[in-house]
């Protein structure tokens, strides 16, 4: 069936750091992939998607490209603050059906 | 900007009890979905439901479990007899094309 899979967590940081959530799939067809955000008490906001290979999605300084070679989509932001600590997951969907399936999430935390 | 809304933000229930956890999905959305996250664990799918019928449900949605959109607005979750393992955070989705889905903030349901 349909997998994501995500570095092990907690990924702690410096603010100011660059910061790179490595994810990985494995799904039949072509899905469209997703990271979600987790703020602490909070549900699950869309940070970006991707639709299509090469594709890039991005938000908030966030980004990650749709790699279908290394079947990857790996979330990556240049410079990261004290708010940005949260846990991300990421997830699929597939086209050939309609529920997501989400990666374990990765906690981080960054430090003034 | 509209949102996914849950009620209540807390439940608390004895084992056995048959509890309904409540969504009110954004309004011009078609697609409706309820996950689960165990405390530390990874997000899962439930159940998703278009069309005033379930189209796609996971192996955990068993026959305790069962969804009902009452009115055009709202959409429920029921646990008929709630377990320990029951125990989780519960959240609803939406989508208007059944691609990007927007999550509401959760209901925390804890049996005792």
């Known amino acids: 069936g349909d997998s994501v899979t995500q570095m092990e967590g907690p990924v702690t940081l410096s603010e100011e750091a660059f910061l790179t959530i490595n994810c990985t799939y494995t799904a039949t067809g072509y899905p469209s992939l997703f990271w979600y955000v987790q703020y602490p008490g909070e549900g699950l906001q869309l940070l970006l998607k991707?639709?299509?290979?090469?594709d890039k999605g991005s938000n908030k300084g966030f980004e990650a490209t749709y790699r279908k070679e290394t079947t990857s989509f790996h979330l990556e932001k240049g410079s990261v603050q004290v708010s940005d600590s949260a846990v991300y997951f990421c997830a699929l969907r597939n086209p050939y059906g309609q529920n997501f399936v989400f990666g374990p999430g990765t906690r981080l935390s960054v430090l003034p | 900007e509209p949102e996914v809304t849950q009620t209540p933000s807390h439940q608390v229930t004895q084992m056995g009890q048959e509890v309904i956890l409540r969504c009110v999905p954004i309004?011009?959305?078609?697609?409706f979905y309820w996950y689960r996250q165990i405390l530390g664990q990874k997000v899962e799918f439930l159940v998703s439901f278009y069309n005033n019928e379930i189209s796609e449900k996971s192996e955990i949605f068993d026959d305790q479990f069962s969804v009902e959109r009452p009115d055009g607005s709202n959409f429920t979750l029921k646990i008929r007899s709630t377990k320990l393992e029951d125990s989780a955070m519960y959240f609803c989705?939406?989508?208007?094309?059944?691609?990007?889905?927007?999550f509401g903030p959760g209901t925390r349901l804890t049996v005792l």
């Open positions: 989705a939406s989508s208007a094309t059944g691609d990007t889905q927007y």
């Open positions: 309004s011009n959305h078609l697609y």
């Open positions: 991707a639709t299509k290979a090469d």
